[in-house]
């Protein structure tokens, strides 16, 4: 994972570099078809949302379903950005 992050900023640094348009989406976990598991850690997620401590960390690692995944990948097709726009998780979960 640290690789894919760091290969991730990188690509993202050189987009907005070259000024291009661009839309860039980031989700952490993607829920779908074969994959629910994670959605058993829902509760402990909540709970570590509210402490202080891990609250940060904890929304940033927020599960996409794939839904949403979807309907912001519509969404970013079909509004094209000006420059560079990114969807972090909360703005995905909001669709």
Known sequence: ???????????????????????IIRPWYIVG????WPILFLPLSKLL???????????????V?????LNTLVYAVEH???KVRVFEIEEIRKR
């Open 1 to 23: 994972m640290d690789d894919y992050q760091v290969c991730r900023a990188k690509c993202e640094k050189i987009i907005k570099q070259a000024s291009l348009n661009a839309s």
């Open 33 to 36: 078809p074969g994959h629910y």
């Open 49 to 63: 949302e509210i402490i202080p401590a891990t609250s940060v960390k904890a929304k940033a690692l927020r599960l």
């Open 65 to 69: 379903f794939l839904s949403q995944m």
């Open 80 to 82: 094209a950005p000006e």
